[in-house]
């Protein structure tokens, strides 16, 4: 064999090695390899690697099918080989590391985890429990989408393009500018991270390398009416009061939300609502809402307040309780506050186990503990007006119970109210009801 025979052998083995580590063959970045074609490589061989166009099957002319995101999941799935992201079992190959963005099968979320600033990793997966069905075939309500007063939202059917360019554009994680059927007329620009990319998390409630007030917008252009400035009224009939979501301070999107897939559960007694406005969800669980903690759990890592209640009700040494209590204290500290509300709850619940000063929670002499009580003594802690039945102390008013049972041994005996902590009105009146 000649040296020029030889030579042209080598460097067709050369460019064929090329070829395959760049395409489907090889592993690739989501927003690189394969993606994005440039120069000299940008050739109708390189576009053979995903389409073909007498044999496909799929509608978009790719190799493989009978699905879009099957066709994906040939790299990006459980068993893909062309891809370290396994978007399927939220994970990145190379190191078992769990993806930022959770899985579509499996993630990897600490979804009880106790620390006030984060979010941890799971050693084993868990099965997810809502997700963005993005399969193309299965129809449910984009949320949110649309012009004030339009219902809950139009029936969609996602599929990964919709969100993602597979021919790349220079955007955070290839995404679209405006995704595919939104109906949005303004693009949301993603701005992307340096390389190299950092795909996988150590900590879920930190968003990543990423503006949170781009990924909001980008996340509205579907869910247009989720997006919001301030608490204040919308105007929507369904959409209306909502939690601030525009990134500004950290609260964007992806700071609450895993936008492929969680594996949080929602079990808990007041965990599981309805689909706002009677819309149609796509999963089986979906109460869970992509949220990053078991039973809504998302909102104490922000409200630490509320966290720190949590603390004092599972780890503050149970006082000796009084034979006269005040009605509404329900953890015997001698005061009326947000942390009896929160302890009738968690008794609501089931976690509290044994309190000795549980029965001055029962605010409205029902001889039972209930949601309602805890919302009164919120009411009552906020200056509102909270209605009682006569005979009943009013909150803060002495009342004589047996420690042992919880349940009153005479007629309650009412003494001054004390206000909370603040100052309050000298009457608690009985106008209006607790769920006005």
């Known amino acids: ?103 579509f099968d499996f993630a990897s979320i600490n979804t009880t985890d106790p620390a006030p600033d984060s979010i ?25 989408n649309g012009a004030l007063n339009s219902g809950a ?48 998390t150590t900590n879920y409630f930190e968003p990543g390398p990423v503006s949170g007030i781009q990924m909001s917008s980008w996340c509205a252009t579907c869910h247009t009416r989720y997006l919001a400035s301030s608490t204040a009224s919308s105007g929507d009939a369904i959409f209306a009061n909502r939690h601030v979501s525009d990134g500004t301070s950290g609260r964007s999107c992806t700071k609450c939300h895993a936008s492929h897939g969680t594996n949080a559960g929602a079990s808990g007694t007041y965990s599981s609502v309805g689909y706002p406005g009677g819309g149609r969800g796509t999963t089986n669980t979906a109460e869970s809402r992509l949220l990053k903690m078991d039973n809504r759990g998302i909102c104490i890592k922000c409200h630490t307040e509320v966290l720190a209640l949590t603390v004092h009700a599972l780890e503050a040494p149970a006082p000796t309780p009084a034979a006269v209590m005040l009605q509404g204290d329900a953890d015997c500290d001698g ?19 044994s309190s000795a000063c549980l029965a001055a929670g029962d605010i409205d002499c029902d001889g039972e503990r209930t949601s309602l009580d805890a919302l009164g003594i919120l009411r ?46 000298s009457a608690r009146g009985a106008t209006s009801s607790q769920a006005s």
């Open 120 to 144: 941890g990793v799971l050693g084993t997966a868990q099965a997810v429990t809502s997700w963005h069905t993005a399969d193309g075939t299965t129809a449910g309500t984009l949320w949110g």
């Open 380 to 425: 009552y802690v906020a200056h509102l007006s909270v209605d009682q039945p006569a005979g009943c102390p009013p909150i803060g008013a002495a009342r004589t119970v047996t420690p042992s049972r919880g349940a009153e041994t005479s007629s309650p005996t009412v003494a001054p109210s004390p206000t909370p902590e603040a100052s309050a009105p």
């Open 153 to 200: 939202g139009p029936s969609f059917t996602l599929r990964c393009s919709a969100c993602h360019d597979p021919h790349g554009n220079g955007q955070y994680r290839i995404l679209r500018p405006i995704p595919a059927g939104s109906g949005a007329t303004e693009p949301a620009n993603v701005t992307d991270e340096a390389d190299p990319k950092v795909y996988s």
């Open 335 to 353: 005061k009326v506050n947000s942390a009896d509300a929160f302890v009738i709850v968690r008794d609501v619940a089931g976690l509290n186990g």
């Open 1 to 103: 064999m000649s040296g020029k025979l030889v030579l042209v052998v080598l460097m067709a083995g050369l460019l064929a090695a090329a070829l395959v580590s760049q395409g489907r063959g090889g592993v690739a970045l989501a927003d690189g390899g394969p993606h994005i074609a440039t120069g000299s490589d940008a050739t109708p061989d390189r576009c053979a690697s995903c389409h073909r166009i007498h044999t496909a099957e799929t509608d978009t002319l790719l190799t493989s099918g009978p699905t879009e995101m099957d066709f994906c999941y040939t790299c990006h799935g459980t068993g893909g080989t062309g891809s370290d992201l396994d978007v399927q079992g939220g994970k990145q190959r190379s190191n078992n590391s769990a993806l930022r963005a959770g899985g």
